[in-house]
């Protein structure tokens, strides 16, 4: 698969090189769209084969995505979201049992 892929970015090399400046961004935009275009478990499954890509080349200039940022901030959220609703939870007990105490005093001004 990476034998592959360096075969591929070979030819892309040689495509963008033998490019104008604009044809580069027309070129950037049509990919960009594409993958806008495809489902995201393709995108990440892409993204988790460069991570390998990376690896593999030992490049040290590029830089590999961290998928676990998301699903740590989905983590966080959902730990607020419990504790919000602990929250709620309690301060609707506590109204329930909060009743006034009225005196006999009070209660004969009824």
């Given at each position: 698969m990476?034998?592959?892929?360096?075969?591929?970015?070979?030819?892309a090399i040689d495509l963008v090189e033998s490019c104008s400046t604009s044809?580069?961004?027309?070129?950037?935009?049509?990919?960009?769209?594409?993958?806008r275009d495809l489902p995201e478990e393709y995108v990440i499954s892409?993204?988790?084969?460069?991570?390998?890509?990376?690896?593999?080349?030992?490049?040290?200039?590029?830089?590999?995505?961290?998928l676990r940022i998301k699903q740590k901030?989905?983590?966080?959220?959902?730990?607020k979201e419990e504790e919000e609703e602990e929250e709620e939870e309690?301060?609707?007990?506590?109204?329930?049992f909060e009743e006034e105490d009225y005196g006999d005093e009070d209660k004969e001004d009824y």
């Open positions: 990476i034998r592959a892929f360096n075969k591929h970015y070979r030819k044809e580069k961004m027309e070129l950037g935009e049509k990919v960009i769209e594409w993958f892409l993204a988790m084969f460069f991570n390998e890509v990376i690896d593999d080349l030992g490049d040290d200039s590029l830089e590999k995505i961290n901030k989905k983590e966080k959220e959902k730990e309690d301060d609707l007990e506590d109204d329930e």
